[in-house]
């Protein structure tokens, strides 16, 4: 367990969790199913056993790293790798693989992101479990498959070859978000599942694979280990990451290498992009209410409520909707719109930036 680490990605804002997700508070620091814990530390508690604390790593924007440190005080400074802008998933990804590397070339890396519910922790521990045998055993870049339950457009698609004999499958392809018709292909065809954005990889696997499909960034990030775990580490860093090409983990590498594979698992998993998948995973009443708050409801189905505890809040005669308050912002809106929660956030940052 001691060559195990663990790299959590926590560094978005959320915007399709507004008003609950702020830039000065996106929702991975918030305790978004009420159970005690923030979605970031349900991400870290998730990892017990897998890998010791002393090897969690937090890539994070430097604007939250009070907020890491609260919610995770195990930490040391350097297992927080502050970002000073963001640059999608590939340069944080080699910055952490990188530094990890710098410190114990045999580690074996699980890279994921810090706001993903998954609800059957112990099968997903059984799952990671797998993949860090096969990324070890065979220099695999290992990654978790969903099996669908519905053509979702909102999600990446993993492509596989069927074996019904093999826990770990060759992957195919990669398929970026579908139409509802190419979705319903994906589904029909039973060889596809949902990317659920969790990685598996060791740190020789990951930096040859940079090296080889992403050479700028291997480049960029190999000039590190004379930084790393030193106090010119964030130095380097602010210079050289807004060079770095802001592109996604997917593209870099895992659309381009032949050693990609994939674990299916029934985990309980939803990436909690929006309202809509958070009302999906969350308990309901006999109206199919979700409520979180300090709530009254009067002829209301289908909807989701979730507001302060300390205001009361009265509800009356709504069908299909989310009602969301915090810290001063409140949104009503039918939840078959709410891809229109960008337009919103676009809306309030032009009347206060306090608002987004």
């Not at 978790?144 to 990446?156: A, N, Q, S």
């Not at 990609?260 to 929006?274: A, C, E, M, N, R």
């Not at 709530?295 to 069908?319: A, Q």
Request: with cysteine.
């Amino acid at each position: 367990m001691k060559n195990n680490y663990v790299v959590i990605m926590a560094g978005g804002v959320g915007t399709r969790f507004w008003p609950f997700s702020r830039t000065n508070n996106p929702k991975q620091f918030h305790d978004v199913l009420g159970t005690g814990r923030t979605l970031l530390q349900q991400t870290a508690d998730r990892f017990e056993g897998i890998c010791l604390p002393e090897n969690i790593y937090i890539v994070t924007s430097d604007i939250y790293v009070d907020l890491v440190k609260q919610q995770l005080p195990f930490l040391k400074d350097e297992q927080i790798l502050m970002e000073p802008c963001r640059k999608n998933t590939a340069p944080c990804v080699a910055y952490a693989s990188f530094k990890i590397a710098s410190l114990n070339p045999d580690a074996n890396i699980v890279v994921a992101p810090a706001d993903h519910i998954i609800l059957k922790e112990e099968t997903f521990k059984d799952k990671i479990k797998i993949c860090l045998v096969e990324s070890e055993k065979n220099g695999a870049i290992v990654t978790l498959g969903i099996r669908p339950t519905r053509p979702d457009t909102g999600y990446g698609y993993i492509q596989f070859e069927q074996n019904e004999k093999a826990e770990v499958l060759k992957v195919e392809s990669f398929r970026e978000k579908p139409n509802l018709a190419l979705a319903n292909e994906f589904i029909a065809s039973g060889n596809y599942v949902w990317n659920a954005g969790i990685f598996i990889w060791t740190a020789k696997t990951i930096k040859k694979a940079f090296f080889d499909y992403s050479t700028a960034l291997a480049n960029i990030f190999e000039k590190g280990n004379e930084y790393y775990y030193r106090l010119e580490e964030q130095g380097f860093i602010n210079e050289i990451y807004p060079s770095c090409e802001s592109i996604s983990i997917d593209y870099a590498i895992l659309e381009k290498a032949n050693n990609v594979y994939v674990v299916l698992g029934d985990i309980g998993w939803s990436d909690l992009g929006t309202w809509k998948s958070l009302y999906e995973v969350s308990a309901k009443d006999e109206s199919n209410t979700v409520v979180d708050g300090n709530v009254m409801l009067y002829n209301v189905k289908n909807t989701i409520v979730k507001t302060p505890k300390e205001r009361l809040v009265v509800v009356h005669g709504l069908d299909g909707y989310i009602i969301a308050e915090f810290d001063n912002v409140l949104m009503i809106c039918q939840k078959e719109q709410e891809q229109q929660v960008k337009t919103f956030v676009a809306d309030a940052a032009k009347i206060d930036e306090k608002y987004v």
